[in-house]
């Protein structure tokens, strides 16, 4: 008779711990592509400077 009351509470805090993991997983997904955009913005500047080439707009 215990057994339905408690199952309830359980899938509950199974449901937290999930949404709890995924949120931890999304920012860190998130995060690495800011940074990874950061690292390419930096690259590309870096490159331009440095050899000279022409940018998209086709200014040195």
Do not use: F, H
Not at 13 to 42: H, T, W
Request: proline fraction near 3%.
């Amino acid at each position: 008779m215990l057994a339905p009351v408690k199952l309830p509470a359980k899938v509950l805090n199974v449901l937290k711990y999930i949404g709890l993991g995924m949120g931890i997983i999304e920012s860190v997904i998130a995060e690495d592509e800011e940074v990874g955009a950061k690292n390419n913005a930096q690259v590309r500047s870096s490159n331009g400077l440095l050899d000279g080439a022409e940018d998209d707009a086709g200014t040195i």
